[in-house]
């Protein structure tokens, strides 16, 4: 039955009720509308609308229904109730009679809907985290597993200066803290009770809306009638959130499918995250990263929906709004989804450790060493690397790396070139070299290592 049959003469259309009904998607927050709906029950106790005896029964109600729906709230999904308040009520009105229709005095399905949207997303927020957390665990294993694998690192794609295979991996650590924070930010943000602004204009009791906010576990309660019903602020920054996670997680993928390929080989994938061809039998496609990647654009587009449907809403609540609940549900679930997918991929991952040394040493990776060591020689770095790109011209010409050339060639580009040329064109030195804040400098990264686990560790 529906909630709100008292105006209506006609039954509504079965295709309309299809395109209305909500519940196929907003059981999800059945938690949330029992806790609400508690809340709400001492609320309107408090102002002697039930009376002590009928807030113990209803209570005690709301409290079994919480632990039947617990039990598999997906089973309520397809109940064929409008949605999920008309679910609640009417689950509770079963076991206590007319006192459960004395529940919604003084409420109505904006602010409850707003408030169980609000206390799940606070839920999900915690849920998320640890999965970022997680994540950098285990990328930090990786790291300091492989903080001395020297690779090649890129610009543009092209062979630029080495780096280490740990140092990639923390670029990554760095991003999902940051991430991790706008979550923070996201849900210190959002901690506010709209409860008790009813329809639009507030409610009619006199109801202590900042107790009632406490009780729910927010932080305080909402300051404005009119913009309690129609906030939708948090689903934005949420989806907002989780794009900019899903674009880091996509770039990750990005890299490990080109460091994946016959042509880098770099690392192997295991077996676990990977798949074969149906056709074409020697394959082993880096699907789960494909997902990742592929995942992000659809999150992105929960964003863009979601912006445009609020976009031209005239205040206070319209029905438009309902639609902001699956795009949400759908995108925090992919993030989700594909933040386990990488712990994954990183738990079998292999680092080919002798392909990686040899790239970083191909591609001429230390050109700009031999710059830096012109500009030591007191040659103005603007001709050093003139210098040194006619240097690369002929040693590409020769088949030859920079430090393969002898000193008598080194001379005909520039006579100040000498013997002790070679060791600053060894890797080591490179990296050694880089050892300010950041930098590539085996020190450095291993202070970067040891950093994040005591900052994850103190969260
Ligand atoms: N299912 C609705 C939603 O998600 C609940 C609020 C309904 N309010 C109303 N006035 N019809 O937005």
Known sequence: MALWGGRFTEEADVRFKAFNDSLVFDYRMAIEDIEGSIGWAKAINSVGIITDDELVQLTKALQELLFEVEKDIHAIAHAGFEDIHSYVESKLIDKVGDLGKKLHTGRSRNDQVATDLKLWCKAQIKILQQSITSLESRLIQVAEANYDVVMPGYTHLQRAQPVTFGHWVMAYVEMLDRDYIRLTNALNLLDTCPLGSAALAGTAYPIDREALAKDLGFRRATRNSLDSVSDRDHVCELLNVASISMMHLSRMAEDLIIYNSGEAAFVELSDK?????????????????????????RVFGHLTGILATLKALPLAYNKDMQEDKEGLFDALDTWHNSLDMMSLVFEGIKIRKERVLSAAKGGYANATELADYLVSKGIPFREAHHIVGECVVYAIAQGKALEEMSVAEFKMFNDRIGDDVYPILEIDSILKKRCALGGVNLTRIKEAIAFMKEHIANR
């Open 273 to 297: 995250v990977t798949s074969g061809s149906s056709l074409m039998p020697q394959k082993k496609n880096p699907d789960a990263l494909e997902l990742i990647r592929g995942k992000s654009g």
